[in-house]
């Protein structure tokens, strides 16, 4: 069996409790569009998107974040070596709301995760907060 050099995992709150899952990519974009009525600018949005992937079953209690419709989630990526020459990176976000998608067709417990935030900080330095 091939080891992976870097182990990823998406690790989020829910009701006070941690909650682990194991991720193999993830990317972010900063994007900014403008809102028109009219041919009115009316305003300039910005948001950051996270997207996460994986191909294990999501656990239960992570399910759990799309109980409610207020999602206010914070937590974190985290980018480990496993041979440990590398320090280990870590992606946060603040106040975020989650969207979940299963590709059951090719892979029955492959999946993306959307993650839409305003506060993304990026091992400490704060690169964008609305």
Do not use: C, H, W
Request: hydrophobic share 30%; proline share 2%.
């Amino acid at each position: 069996e091939v080891q992976n050099r870097f182990e990823l995992t998406l690790n989020t709150m829910i009701n006070n409790q941690k909650n682990v899952l194991k991720i193999e990519s993830f990317g972010y974009t900063i994007d900014q569009y403008k809102d028109k009525v009219d041919d009115v600018t009316i305003e300039i949005k910005d948001m950051v998107y996270i997207y996460v992937s994986g191909s294990e079953t999501i656990n239960k209690d992570f399910i759990k974040l799309f109980e409610t419709k207020t999602q206010n989630i914070n937590g974190y990526i985290e980018i480990k070596d496993t041979q440990g020459k590398i320090p280990t990176k870590k992606i946060e976000f603040k106040n975020s709301r989650y969207s979940l998608s299963e590709n059951n067709y090719e892979n029955p417990s492959s999946f993306s995760i959307s993650i839409y935030t305003n506060d993304i900080i990026i091992d400490g330095a704060s690169i964008y907060k609305k």
